[in-house]
């Protein structure tokens, strides 16, 4: 495949600005564009015709669209988790900016902007992408300069798959990438894994820390907060814990979500009992999640993705 073959999903609802840099993209050699302006017909060309790059003005349902990205980061929405994400606005909000920082998308383009300009960044998309980094809250390319990298815990960069750069280096094997992509997609569960595992204990840290403070009197409204993140955490690691090694310690995280649950529509009206209960299954998930060793897990999917996209 060829540069030709790259899939581009351009996204607005604006027919002027649409138009001009669809005529740029083709001009760059890409030809296999297609056009949507509602959120359903992206939502619908993302499931049955997956693009290596999505092109979006965020003027267009922006809140949605974000969402929507960072679907696809988790690898809730389509079959690339890795495609090339580029937002364009000519009012950079404080919205839009945070919108782009939480979503994942790759790069935001300020309009206005010459032709040129918006060649060279997207070259520089093609062949000096950043690698993505995964925390409990954010999986997405790492924005941190270099000197900021050596600050506080170390965070491990991940190269993923780079659908444009297989296109236009003339390697693109769709089946043989997809491969690629699952690796590493593997390989991103298992460290999300365990950046939740420690967001748990970070959190019953705190809730308990909550409760003592209170007194038996109401609840802080962080604490509250922290009791729904707590809920949302378990939610999406007992998804993430299928077909995993770690998939013996579901039924914890099951109960540590349930626990949660109880203790928010009890509006912090929790017995001592049900505290240590929280400690305890908290302790019981670290513990049981660190009896299989996921450093030798994503190392050797790191070598079966190696081998799955040629490395």
């Known amino acids: 495949m060829s540069i030709e073959d790259a899939r581009i999903l351009l996204v607005s609802s604006n027919h002027g600005p ?127 300069t270099f000197e900021r990298r050596g600050e506080g815990e170390v965070i491990p960069l991940i190269n993923v798959p780079n659908a444009l750069r297989a296109c236009i280096d003339n390697k693109m094997n769709r089946d043989r990438f997809n491969l690629g992509v699952r690796a590493v997609a593997e390989e991103i569960n298992i460290i999300r894994l365990e950046r939740n595992s420690t967001q748990f204990t970070w959190l019953v840290q705190r809730i308990l820390a909550g409760f003592s403070w209170a007194d038996g009197h109401k609840l802080e409204p962080d604490i509250i907060e922290h009791l729904n993140r707590l809920s949302e955490v378990a939610n999406e690691t007992c998804a993430r814990l299928f077909g995993t090694p770690f998939s013996h310690v579901t039924s914890i995280c099951n109960a540590l979500q349930q626990l949660a649950e109880k203790m928010i529509s009890e509006d912090g009206n929790i017995s001592a009992k049900d505290q240590e209960l929280l400690s305890e299954l908290a302790n019981a998930f670290r513990i049981a999640f660190k009896e299989v060793d996921s450093d030798d897990i994503a190392k050797s999917i790191f070598v079966e993705t190696q081998k799955a996209i040629g490395g």
């Open 18 to 144: 649409k138009s001009i840099i669809k005529t740029i993209l083709m001009n760059m050699g890409f030809v296999n564009i297609t056009l949507a302006d509602s959120y359903e017909t992206l939502e619908e060309s993302l499931i049955n015709y997956p693009p290596d790059m999505l092109v979006f003005d965020s003027d267009f349902s922006t809140d949605e669209v974000y969402k929507l990205v960072k679907r696809v980061r988790h690898n809730d929405l389509g079959i690339n988790p890795f495609i090339t994400v580029i937002a364009l606005s000519n009012q950079p909000t404080e919205d839009v900016v945070e919108g782009v920082m939480q979503s994942g998308v790759d790069d935001l383009f300020i309009q206005p902007y010459s032709t040129g300009q918006f060649i060279g960044r997207i070259t520089a998309l093609i062949e000096a992408r950043k690698p993505f980094v995964v925390t409990s809250d954010y999986i997405g390319p790492d924005r941190r």
